[in-house]
């Protein structure tokens, strides 16, 4: 366990967590079949602060990913907040889950959410960004 304590102010803290995390998501999302692949790249998260965005190509890799980082989220201190965890099925023509359960607590399974200001739609369409700032007050097509 690690044991250290961050002033209120420091101008190292921000530092510090990016690189716990990054850690973090290296040694548990990382590694293996976890990811997505589009051409010749391939993915496996996107993280801005303590947002993060685990890619994983079905459920059976996800729910483990997720079992092994909140397991060892715990040795930095950390621990995943399961009441923001949210998991979406991109592009799915199917009738998703509603709910997943991961190591005991119950993740929702959305159609959209928004991420860094951005609205994800499981659709994979754009109609629904664009109606969404359309609507936005002071917003007008010219």
Known sequence: MIE???CHG????????ATGVDWLLERTVGIGRNGVSFG??????IDFVDDVTVFAESL???????EMMASEATSLGLELNWQKTKVQALGSKED???TITVLGHEVA???E???LGSLIHSTTESSPVISRHMCRPGNRLL
């Open 4 to 6: 250290t304590d961050v």
């Open 10 to 17: 420091c101008i190292s803290a921000p530092d510090s967590f």
């Open 40 to 45: 010749p790249h391939s993915f496996s998260h």
């Open 60 to 66: 059976e890799l996800l729910v483990p990913a997720l």
């Open 96 to 98: 998703a889950l509603s």
């Open 109 to 111: 399974v959305v159609q």
């Open 113 to 115: 959410f928004v991420y």
